[in-house]
């Protein structure tokens, strides 16, 4: 684990390389010189370099976000570039985050990018998250899902969150202002469902919900520095490949009074949560055997 | 009076493959509301273990949600919301990947 | 320019290192031996290695579309990378297209990869197109959206296009069965709005698009080889960032009798278009100045 | 008797960046078709380049579609069509990239 630099402390200034390189988003007066300030002093963090986390990080670090984390403990398959673009068939063997580092450094040598190579964990994850503005969820698991969303509430960091599966994909802005967290939409763990466990998943499928949580974590990184305005109204988008029509885009709750990581009676404490793993395990379904990310 | 209902995020696996169905309000009986149609949904799934995957408790299981007219029913009036012609109602389990 | 490898004549099987790499796709009923085969006997040209043409180029090469054509005349610029995200800073002032393949045959050796380092015109089109299955404009101007479309008529092969602008986005598979040409949509050229031209785009809305446009090819792809059956239902997506819904599924018209390049009494004959610069150009409003693709 | 009406594809630059207008069917007049609301729209824009840029020949323009209701207004009776209460029209021009 890297110390996160200081570089987000609010930067005033682009540079000229800066200026240039950003030139064909910054020319729209909804981001602008303002906007582009407000990536570069953004700090984001990708849980998870798979299927959803490659796309998504390639956007962001593209579009000037000054600091970006990657998390994964999982090294480069081949058998899984079907899905994870970023990473290539020379790289297997090698630590995803360490082959997303050396992509994205290339794609954009401005970017402050740190790597974490570990899985999340109860022990980990509150320290790593407290040094970020987002997060993003892109991991596979209902157990890291409900892990990240509590450390998330416990610090009062907003969560962009995707899944996909077979053709289709779902994503979700959790702990934002007067929206939900994850608990508030899905207060208990699923029981497992076993009949459709080998279910496979389309490439461009989780693509699509990757590059658009790249979108929502540039939306949101302009609204939390107040470029944007407009009042945020919770929303979940869900897609399907085969449906007419493809995508719905539902208005959903808003944090519920009952939720137990988010509620006024919040029983999930950090303490709760960091030393008492298996009572939390309950909580979130059982451990995931393998945490091999999406 | 005809509602229509949508299966996603894996349900239409319950429902013999149907990723739509047509229903005619009537026949729910008397009792048209979506605590009723979850009922109805219910009855449909034969085996039991499948249907523990939709139904628990007497609602739908946790990790699904139930949408209204592309609104959560948290909006509404959850199980008590009373279905009107034309309704479009959406079931979607919530993925966490594979 | 290369010639094209009989790679795509029709092979009933695959390696061991492809049952592999696919088996997360063809785990799926709906694409299982017989899509992947579909996939690998499949040949698409990508014209525009842009904004749109990356995403599109990284999930069709994964997927395991057996060859791939990448057709652009211009080179990496780095004030593009903000958008272009499987270009590098290092490989500033390198064609995009050798770029592109570079990246692509690391991600995935099987694919069989060829490159055009030419601008699309009438005088190259028709021959280039003539080797390919399905046709992906991803380039950035009216009259090359109108060029791609008449000769993609012409030798009867569906196109799929995308196109973004700002944070508006917008595809459509045209030339596939019933379904309209571009000219069917949209008859006459637009006349020249000097209102809005310096618009800006942000990248993950075109990755979005160019994403999508690969899983629209994979769909074809099965679709073409019979493997989806479904009927093809000819329709528009529009997304915006900003709007809610931010997509729209919209039902099109099927192709149009009155339309000059696809009906019954078509006068877009191969030797105007390739003979006569300029009456072609201005049925295609004028011929752009720099042909540079997003 | 209300028609909502959505600007897409850079056409709000044209009405004052409105994206969204609500149009009461009663200030068209006697003509409640597709045609009587083009023309009403167009006589919004002041300036007659911008004008141009949506108006052309009694019609829209070429490059701008017509939705009404999630479809093409080529599926319907395009500038015929008679307005009810509760369409959704949407105007959109063809973008072609920057
Ligand atoms: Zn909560
Ligand atoms: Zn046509």
């Known amino acids: 684990m890297e110390n996160i630099s200081n570089y987000n402390d609010g930067q005033a200034t682009l540079t000229g390389e800066e200026y240039a390189r950003y030139g064909r988003q910054m020319i729209m007066p909804e981001i602008g010189l303002p906007g582009q300030l407000a990536l570069k002093n953004s700090s984001v963090l990708i849980i998870g ?48 985050a360490e082959s997303a580092k050396q992509y994205l450094q290339d794609l954009n040598p401005n970017a402050n ?14 320290e790593i998250i407290s040094a970020y503005d987002i997060v993003l969820d892109c991991t596979d698991n209902q157990f890291t899902r409900y892990l990240i969303s509590d450390v998330c509430v416990w610090h009062g960091k907003p969560l962009i969150s995707a899944s996909a599966l077979q053709f289709e994909g779902q994503l979700c802005v959790y702990n934002y202002r007067n929206g939900p967290c994850y608990r508030c939409m899905f207060p208990n763990p699923t029981p497992v469902v076993t009949s459709c466990s080998k279910s496979g998943i389309l490439g461009p499928v989780v693509g699509t919900m990757g590059t658009m949580q790249a979108l929502e974590t540039i939306k949101l990184a302009l609204h939390m520095k107040g470029i944007n305005k ?65 | 009076m005809v509602v229509k209902i949508e299966l996603l995020g894996g349900l239409d696996m319950l429902f013999k493959k149907q990723k739509e ?57 959850k199980e008590e919301y009373v279905l009107e012609d034309k309704d479009q109602v959406v079931f979607v389990s919530t993925l966490h990947g594979m």
Chains 1, 3 share one sequence.
């Open chain 1, 113 to 126: 990018i740190l790597t974490y190579v570990e899985y999340a964990s109860p022990q980990n994850l509150f």
């Open chain 2, 21 to 77: 169905l047509s229903l005619e309000l009537a026949e729910l009986g008397e009792d048209k509301t979506l605590k009723s149609l979850i009922h109805f949904m219910a009855e449909k799934i034969e085996s039991p273990t499948q249907k523990e995957l939709f139904y628990l408790d007497g609602t739908v299981r946790p990790g699904i949600i139930v949408l209204v007219n592309d609104q959560d029913w948290e909006l509404l009036d």
């Open chain 1, 230 to 294: 407009e009042p945020f109204v919770p929303f979940i988008l869900l897609f399907h490949t085969f449906r007419f029509p493809q995508w719905k885009h539902i208005r959903i709750r808003s944090r519920q009074q009952s939720c137990a990581a988010c509620g006024p009676h919040k029983m999930l404490t950090r303490s709760f949560i960091e030393s008492s793993p298996s009572e939390y395990a309950t909580l979130c379904d059982a451990v995931p055997k393998t945490e091999k990310n999406l």
């Open chain 1, 49 to 96: 370099v798979g299927g959803l986390g490659c796309p998504a990080a390639q956007y962001i670090t593209a579009a000037g976000i000054g600091t970006i984390g990657l998390l994964d403990g999982d090294v480069v398959d081949k058998n899984n570039l079907h899905r994870q673009v970023l990473h290539s068939t020379s790289k297997e063997g090698m630590s995803k």
